[in-house]
């Protein structure tokens, strides 16, 4: 089993997926506020940055 391997997504499935990492992140930030108030700086600081580097490879291709 290769849980690494390569696959592709329709945006409809990509906007699923979306969704879902989202509803997740909630509902962690949600239940687990108080232990991840100390790393707020940290964790914008992450989400930015990736955040970015997703944005400059999408723009170059």
């Given at each position: 089993?290769?849980?690494l391997k390569s696959f592709t997504?329709?945006?409809w499935q990509l906007g699923i997926f979306k969704i879902?990492?989202?509803a997740f992140g909630i509902a962690?930030?949600?239940y687990?506020?108080?232990f991840f108030s100390?790393?707020?700086p940290i964790?914008?600081?992450i989400a930015v940055v990736c955040g970015l580097y997703i944005a400059s490879v999408w723009w170059k291709q």
């Open positions: 089993m290769n849980i997504l329709n945006w879902t990492v989202l962690i930030g949600t687990w506020h108080e100390a790393y707020l964790l914008i600081l």
